[in-house]
């Protein structure tokens, strides 16, 4: 992952001779938060933890991969509609999947990302998107789960893990949303693990050192009405 600048990777098993896993870096974050302390975490950079704690030699990739409760690998033919893979998607709570043959060789994967970018570029094709995002009943509606920009950053992490979600919008003191934190925000700890200690930062500092282009964009969801 910090070679190819990443964050998760299939993972080959060499008795099936098949891909059967993902490893996500959220795994090795909600491993590295069961197995050290704050103190630790917070004066080594992830490099030097990963190469000199023992631990890591008692642990195969294998057993943490899928250690945060967000990278379910289920496989799905490459012949498939990709209506059928939004749906499994939704069905299944997975950010990706993994594409198969008719062998069920892996040759490529299916990500959220790139079903957005797909709509994105074929939005003119697809009915009902004047709509208030209001008037979408079918998106359906539950509790929403905030952190308060005082918090630490490897709190909201540790919230992602605990409610299996991938990002948390970060409210000020009275609760307005001034922001949020997502899966994709670990690429801000360095892909090397040298800033590791700023999963140690207030979420309002953190947040500042954000690119402005990721930083949420507040709507009226009423717009079209």
């Keep these: 992952m910090i070679k190819k600048k990443v964050l998760s990777l299939p993972v080959y098993d060499t008795k099936t001779r098949k891909y059967n896993k993902f490893i996500d870096m959220l795994d090795i ?18 490099n030097f933890i990963l190469e000199s704690k023992e631990i890591f030699q008692k642990f195969k990739i294998g057993d943490i991969c899928d250690l945060s409760g967000r990278n379910g690998y289920y496989p799905v033919e490459s012949t498939a509609p990709l209506k059928i893979g939004i749906d499994l998607m939704t069905k299944w709570g997975v950010h990706r999947l993994p594409i198969i043959d008719s062998e069920g060789t892996l040759i490529s994967i299916l990500t959220q990302s790139r079903v957005v970018e797909y709509i994105q570029n074929h939005i003119q094709n697809i009915n009902g998107l004047d709509k208030a995002i209001g008037q979408l009943k079918e998106f359906g509606t539950s509790s929403v789960i905030s952190i308060k920009q005082d918090r630490m950053v490897i709190d909201a992490f540790r919230l992602m893990h605990e409610n299996g979600i991938s990002a948390v919008p970060v409210v000020n003191q009275i609760g307005i949303l001034i922001g949020n934190i997502s899966v994709s925000d670990m690429k801000m700890v360095g892909y090397d693990g ?12 953190f ?19």
Excluded: G
């Excluded at 040298?194 to 500092?205: A, G, V, Y």
């Excluded at 947040?207 to 009405?225: A, S, T």
């Design 194 to 205: 040298t800033l590791f200690s700023r999963m140690f930062l207030p979420i309002e500092s």
């Design 207 to 225: 947040l500042e050192m954000k690119p402005k282009n990721q930083n949420i964009d507040i709507v009226n969801i009423n717009y079209y009405n």
């Design 29 to 46: 974050v909600s491993f590295c938060i069961n197995h050290f302390s704050q103190k630790e975490l917070s004066e080594l950079d992830l």
